[in-house]
């Protein structure tokens, strides 16, 4: 006994397996999180090597490339790239998906201890990050008028920080606007030669004099007295009164030679909020954080923040990237609600009895409920891409009850009583809804075996609507003819409607079976018609843009520009304030908060809400360019944020590798830099190797520094401490620690000749000026020296002009690089090219594998080769279907229409099965072949009108969404609503065409003729 008996027969069972189905969606549902995306681990380990004075060139050789040389032959990375510059090192380990990634943390940790000894002794151990900051979430800005900058960051440091950072879901923050307090010591290089003392000197006393170690105790025979022992320097007045000299009753003190003053341990760098002095923080996400609950509960922080803070200090958050993602959850919930409506509406339509729309309506809520199980179950979470599965899943889930309702209703037209119709027509269509539901979970099969990151986000979306596929075939088959037997009535009168209605759809399938018999008559023309549209529609993809995910208007723009290499955090400053005047002039743009760090300059912008304002971010961002554009000595840029690139800017990043040296890989780049200068579609194309930096080099006289009995090491570390800064120790002032650093004083850094008035101690005692151990040497060099895959490197990035596609110019530069580049360059693409490139290549591998799939499973359904090429023969129009719509709206073929398309395949074919499956009944009682598709078509026509007709509108709230994230839901909608309908309307042509060649060529070839 089939399910559909057993259900029938027992209305209570059925009516229990689907409240089962209510309960685990409502158990799973409240054990979900909300994101706006699904959770995708990054993957990436960042080494940070501080080396204070050290050169880039210095970085690059010593600390970067052993540490690269050693990461290399972990197994599972993706990329290995680095970056020297003065002082620091960093080297960014990206691995695959689907790594053991804390397996793979362990290794890099591991063999980072068995290179200690190779890297330089006098380095910072290195600093180990699971993450890389490009997930922004949101700034924070702290003000007071009556506090100085480093005063605020001091407040901030100790009170703030550490609150922000124990947010579950909070990675990396940076804090801007001042860095922190040091004791700077100041020296002066005259005064140190005239009382004959030395870097050493100054550096051995302060390293004496400021200690802290355990003292002991006192003890009796019955007690003991522990002993503390107060040896630190605590002020700028004690270090200033330090001792560095004293014999025969003269003494020297560090105020004789220089000076100790409260500082900061940095250059200066500005934060300002609507032109107001702030102390800013960047709040990153941490690779499994959830930019919604992280957000909520850094909103609950900075509340409790506002009731203790100073009395004049303010605080706020200026930019939050979590407002659009839950305006636009907000927003599909709504679509969900909509396209709910519009499916009843279709129903209600299509039926005319109120009676019969019941049976199909329950199931929207069971499937819709039991989906949010379906998400549990696999650990996702509700996000957009699951909500929008939901949305399209409410004209589907109704699909197989329809059908089922259909079949049966129409036995009982025939005079066969409820329940006897019941069992005859479930029994009928259970093999088509069976069918049906597997080929639509078949196109999602193959995702599940990949790693990919257009697999991962791609994964939550279609097994959650496969979830709830399947959920909608197990109800047809189970409460959908239960309800049938127990709520339809015989046939006796017919509304006005439902009699109207029965005689449209007469006279509807009269004329479609005049058509189809005609079009079956002249198949060889419909046949090249269709080869037509199909090789148009090849050429209709090919022109299609290509994006990783569509460009949303989420209220930020970001804007990074630079002043010229080498200018310090004052002078860019000056700029910053012009950029923050054009911002500020614009009444589309409510907050300005900017950042300026040595020739940097940050401008993060708040808009108005999207629904008060009439251009959208990427039309701000071009008037503010237009703006600035002629403002001299600044070079940047302004850009919408988004979630698919937050900060990082570029369209178009290329890196060019090389095997030689930086000054031939420079020419090759500004080589190619004027090449892609000429490319239509590019703009702002730029290189990160200048070789604009002003550097000294220092020249060392071995010989003369051996006659002198003065060692390298002694050199180096005198250079450093003088020109670099040197940390030597650390003071406590109250309970905070705060470093000591020593450096010559400002006039002597400002001049490349005071190098002269710098001595050291030769062996005899006697001063030596280091102008004689060393000479200076004026150079123009690279800041910062690049590795790509241990390979020297530079970046080439550009920006795409309006109406270009960044398909095109990648295809352009993949045909024409080989032969610009030199033998031992090569080239590789970043960024979100290089997500362009995996997208496209992971999506037409998704697309062949799907086919296959529901292949397969066709022809282990209908136990025939055939019949599966009968029924996929429509899918190719059906997805140019899509891709017309994409063309009319001015769309673009990515993640979410990527989705859409490849579900088209499973949607269109549910009608090739309905038909194919009904003629093949018919041809085993007798029928022609022509006679068999004729009469099943014309059978299966409503049906497939009213499945069509509830898809359709299901989708519609999408295909017209507006608010946030709406471009995305506006493409998946039309491409669906465009294909289904282009695909149903050839399915009713194709198909039966398709069947008339084909099915000669059955096994039971013989018997049909």
């Keep these: 006994m089939k399910i559909s008996e057993v259900c029938i027969y027992r209305p209570v069972l059925a009516t229990v397996l689907s409240l089962v189905v209510i309960l685990f969606g409502v158990l799973g549902f409240f054990h979900l999180d909300t994101r706006y995306f699904p959770k995708i681990e990054q993957h990436v380990i960042v080494i940070d090597t501080d080396y204070p004075g050290a050169s880039s060139q210095l970085i690059e050789k010593t600390v970067n490339s052993p540490i690269e040389d050693a990461m290399s032959i972990i197994s599972g990375i993706d990329s290995l790239t680095s970056s020297a510059t003065q002082g620091e090192g960093k080297v960014k380990i990206k691995f695959v998906t689907g790594v053991d990634f804390s397996e793979k943390a362990s290794e890099v940790r591991d063999k980072l201890s068995s290179i200690r000894s190779l890297l330089p002794e006098d380095i910072d151990a290195p600093a180990v990050k699971i993450s890389d900051n490009t997930d922004f979430l949101l700034n ?8 100085a900058p480093a005063q605020i960051r001091d407040y901030v440091e100790h009170y703030v920080k550490d609150k922000i950072q124990e947010i579950n879901g909070v990675g990396d923050i940076d804090i801007w606007g001042s860095s922190e307090y040091a004791m700077r010591i ?8 005239a009382y004959n003392l030395t870097v050493q000197d100054i550096r051995t006393a302060i390293e004496n004099s400021n200690v802290q170690s355990p003292a002991g105790e006192f003890k009796s025979l019955t007690m003991f007295f522990p002993i503390t022992e107060d040896t630190q320097l605590k002020s700028s007045k004690e270090f ?11 003494i020297v003190r560090l105020k004789d030679v220089g000076r100790a003053e409260l500082g900061l341990q940095d250059d200066p760098f500005y934060a300002r909020i609507n032109g107001e002095t702030a102390v800013g923080i960047n709040v990153y996400l941490d690779a499994s954080g959830n930019p919604i609950d992280t957000s909520a509960a850094l909103h609950s922080v900075v509340q409790q923040l506002k009731n203790s803070l100073p009395s004049g200090m303010k605080i706020q958050i200026p930019q939050d990237m979590s407002r659009f993602f839950k305006a636009a959850v907000h927003e599909v919930y709504l679509s969900i609600f909509l396209a709910v409506l519009c499916v009843l509406f279709v129903i209600v339509l299509f039926l005319g009895d109120l009676r019969s729309v019941s049976i199909p309506v329950v199931t929207i809520p069971i499937c819709v409920i039991g989906a949010f199980g379906v998400i549990a179950a696999f650990n996702f979470s509700i996000n957009l891409l699951t909500l929008l599965a939901i949305v399209l899943s409410i004209g589907l889930v109704v699909d197989d009850a329809i059908v089922m309702l ?5 036995h009982i037209e025939k005079g066969v009583q409820p329940f006897k119709a019941a069992l005859v027509g479930s029994n009928e269509i259970t093999f088509s809804i069976i069918a049906m539901s597997l080929t639509l979970i078949a196109v999602y099969a193959p995702i599940g075996f990949m790693q990919t990151r257009t697999a991962i986000l791609f994964r939550e979306f279609s097994f959650t609507l496969a979830g709830a596929v399947f959920i909608s075939g197990f109800v047809a088959l189970t409460l959908t003819p239960s309800m049938c037997a127990m709520m339809l009535k015989p046939v006796k009168k017919q509304n006005l409607y439902a009699k109207k209605l029965e005689q449209f759809f007469d006279v509807l399938r009269k004329r479609y079976g005049q058509l189809l ?15 037509a549209i199909a090789t148009g529609g090849g050429f209709l993809f090919h022109s299609l843009p290509k994006d990783f995910m569509p460009k949303e208007d989420t209220g930020m723009i970001f804007g990074p520009y630079t002043t010229a290499t080498g200018s310090n955090s004052t002078y860019t400053l000056n700029f910053t304030k012009q950029l923050e005047g054009v911002c500020s002039a614009n009444s589309n743009i409510q907050t300005v908060y900017s950042f300026t760090w040595q020739n940097n300059s940050n401008l993060f912008l708040l808009l108005s809400p999207i629904e008060k304002r009439k251009k959208s971010a990427n039309q701000i961002s071009n008037d503010l360019m237009m703006q600035v554009h002629n403002i001299p000595g600044l070079s940047g840029f302004f850009f919408p944020m988004s979630f698919s690139s937050g900060m990082r800017s570029h369209d178009l990043n290329l890196e060019i590798m090389s095997t030689g040296d930086y000054e031939s890989l420079y020419r090759t780049s500004q080589i190619l830099v004027a090449k892609l200068k000429q490319i239509p579609g590019l703009t702002n194309v730029d290189s990160d190797m200048k070789f604009d930096s002003q550097q000294y080099d220092i020249q060392l006289d071995r010989d003369q520094a051996q006659t002198e009995g003065i ?3 002694e050199i180096d570390e005198t250079l450093a401490i003088l020109l670099g800064g040197s940390h030597i120790t650390d003071f406590y002032l109250g309970n905070n620690s705060y470093q000591v650093i020593v450096q010559a004083q400002a006039t002597d850094l400002a001049d490349p000749s005071a190098i002269q008035r710098f001595y050291m101690r030769g062996l005899s005692g006697k001063m030596v000026p280091l102008n004689e151990l060393v000479s200076l040497k004026s150079i123009v060099t690279q800041s910062s020296l690049n590795h790509y895959d241990r390979l020297r490197a530079t970046e080439i990035t550009a920006q795409l002009l309006p109406g270009y596609k960044l398909s095109s110019i990648v295809q352009l530069l993949q045909s024409n690089l080989s032969g610009w580049l030199p033998s031992d360059m090569k080239y590789a693409f970043e960024g979100k090219t290089k997500y362009l490139l995996e997208t496209s290549s992971d999506m037409n591998l998704i697309f062949v594998l799907a086919l296959v799939f529901i292949y397969l499973i066709l022809a282990a359904l209908f136990e025939s080769f055939i019949d599966p090429f009968v029924i996929l023969f429509t899918v190719p129009l059906s997805v140019i279907g899509g891709g017309f719509a994409l063309w009319l709206i001015g769309g673009s073929l990515n993640i979410y229409t990527d989705i859409g398309l490849v579900t088209l395949v499973g949607l269109i074919t549910k009608h090739g099965i309905l038909i194919t499956r009904f003629a093949n009944q018919r041809l085993g009682e007798g029928m022609s072949i022509t006679t068999a598709i004729t009469e099943a078509a014309t059978l299966r026509l409503r049906p497939i009108l009213m499945t069509t007709g509830a898809m359709v509108l299901g989708a519609l709230p999408l295909a017209l969404a507006t608010g946030s994230g709406a471009n ?3 493409q998946i909608g039309w491409v669906i609503i465009s294909g289904l309908m282009f695909g149903t309307f050839f399915s009713l042509i194709l198909v039966p065409i398709a069947y008339t060649y084909l099915a000669h060529f059955k096994r039971n070839r013989g018997a049909l003729s």
């Design 240 to 250: 200033n009164q330090l001792i560095i000299f004293s014999k025969n009753g003269r």
């Design 711 to 713: 060692n390298v090491k």
């Design 186 to 193: 100041w020296l002066n290089a005259q005064k140190l030669a």
């Design 968 to 970: 995305s839901r506006m």
């Design 140 to 147: 924070i800005a702290i003000t007071d008028a009556n506090l």
């Design 517 to 531: 018999t005609y079009c079956i008559h002249k198949r060889i023309i419909v046949l090249l018609i269709c080869l």
């Design 406 to 410: 259909e079949n049966i209703y129409r």
